[in-house]
């Protein structure tokens, strides 16, 4: 017989809160679990291992819709990687740019922490900067997600 997992039982094995579980379920990462006659969420090993498999994957800040590719061409591995690549190299590309994002947010704030001799806040470079954004040297605002 296999084991079968409460939802917190699955949470704590798996490493994943409850309520992200919920989440998962929520936005169909994770297939509707069966549910016992009280109503209690019951979950098998392969839901157990599928939220390892999620965490693991959001750990290394794959977004939730490549996760969802990522499972699809998990449940038929018969199937070329070439996707499994493509999503792959495009979260590195993006993971390269927010790291140069970082690069830059990193001076930003050196120079503004240089510029502070200390004294009176009126004469403080780091909040006169946050007041004045020409003050900054660099161009610092992140790109939102859609690119705007």
């Given at each position: 017989m296999q084991k079968e997992f409460t939802i917190g039982q699955a949470a704590e094995t798996s490493g994943v809160k409850v309520t992200t579980i919920r989440y998962y379920e929520s936005v169909g990462l994770m297939p509707e679990p069966r549910r016992v006659e009280s109503g209690r969420r019951v979950y098998g090993q392969a839901s157990v291992d599928l939220l390892g498999f999620i965490r693991h994957a959001r750990d290394l800040g794959f977004t939730v819709e490549a996760i969802r590719d990522l499972i699809d061409l998990q449940e038929n591995p018969g199937t070329d990687c070439t996707k499994a690549d493509e999503l792959a190299r495009h979260h590195l590309i993006e993971t390269q740019k927010r790291i140069e994002q970082l690069r830059v947010l990193e001076g930003e704030l050196?120079?503004?922490?240089?510029?502070?001799?200390?004294?009176?806040?009126?004469?403080?470079?780091i909040v006169t900067s946050l007041f004045d954004h020409s003050k900054c040297s660099f161009e610092h605002k992140p790109k939102a997600p859609n690119g705007q």
């Open positions: 050196m120079r503004m922490i240089d510029g502070c001799a200390g004294g009176k806040v009126g004469s403080c470079e």
